[in-house]
């Protein structure tokens, strides 16, 4: 009987042993202590808190928008340790989530206290991260990826220009640019929650179906030539009718179009100076 006892308090104490180690392996994360290093501690919003959405990666993995008890915010990759911390947000959401070159490109829109809008561009790739924070604190930006997937515009009003963000080939580039036909820089608001453009578009793209907003001003109608007037005492105003004559047997002549805006050579592509946003680096593995 005392061998029974002893055998099943041996077979609790292992199974609590188990779930004890498991609870630990599922609710642990390192986070980074603003030194280089890490501190390991417990994932409480793994096990208390709340999950608020999930988005994909390029190679099928998952990531997770997380609060924990006390209202802070972060994101876990699955199959990883280490959070990406949200340090300063009182609110956070996923905002848009692009594939970009080889990474999956997350911005996250937070409000901090003293700013509405802030927000994380978070550059993924396996578990290693890339973190920049952007934003003018008033205005939410308006996203475009380009047609070849290889890089991804933010732009922000800034008075009459845009502060155009560019993340390119694992970098962030600053610079800024004038403002494309179409563009108000005074909408309120700027972006919509998808951070695509807001407000009437002045012509579209004919057959595009796209609802991003994008606009493309139709070209001015090309004004007729003003007609000559006869001057007075000339001969074609004291003849008017041999000179219909004359016109009538003459050859026609063939004029060339007055020149529309549509065949005018197209502007050279405008160069600016970037400057590049230095990131976070982050490894999840370590």
């Given amino acids: ?45 793994e096990l208390f808190g709340t999950p608020l959405s999930t988005f ?6 998952e990531g997770t928008l997380r609060k924990d008890p006390q209202g802070k915010y972060s994101i876990k990759l699955s199959q990883a340790f280490r959070v990406v911390p949200l340090a300063n947000a009182i ?16 911005i996250v829109e937070t ?40 890089s991804l515009n933010i732009d922000f009003p800034n008075y009459n220009r845009l502060s155009r963000m560019i993340y390119t080939d694992n970098r962030l580039l600053n610079a800024s640019v004038a403002v494309p036909p179409g563009v ?12 695509r453009a807001t407000g009437p578009a002045i012509a579209t793209v004919p057959g595009s179906g796209s609802d991003s907003g994008r606009v493309i001003p139709a070209p001015p109608a090309a004004a007729p030539a003003p007609a000559a007037a006869p001057k007075a005492g000339s001969r074609a105003s004291a003849k008017p ?16 179009a007055p020149r529309s805006a549509a065949s005018a050579p197209a502007a050279a592509p405008m160069i600016f100076q970037a400057e590049e946003i230095k990131p976070v680096v982050i490894d999840l593995r370590k």
């Fill in 241 to 256: 009718r041999r000179q219909e004559t004359q016109a009538k047997a003459a050859p026609a002549i063939s004029l060339p």
């Fill in 56 to 61: 994909r990666l390029r190679d099928g993995t």
């Fill in 184 to 195: 108000d820089t005074r909408a309120q608001p700027f972006a919509d929650d998808a951070l």
């Fill in 91 to 106: 609110t956070a959401r996923v905002a848009r989530v692009e594939n970009v070159g080889e990474r999956t490109v997350v």
């Fill in 111 to 150: 409000q901090e206290r003293g700013c509405a809008y802030r927000y994380e561009v978070l550059a993924f790739q396996g578990t290693d991260v890339l973190q920049w924070t952007v934003g003018n604190c008033k205005d939410r930006p308006r996203v475009e990826l380009a047609a070849d997937a290889k």
């Fill in 1 to 45: 009987m005392t061998t029974y006892k002893n055998f099943a308090s041996a077979h609790w104490r292992t199974l609590a042993m188990g779930l004890a180690a498991g609870m630990l392996l599922t609710g642990c994360a390192m986070t980074p202590n603003g030194r280089g290093g890490v501190m390991m501690g417990l994932d409480t919003a």
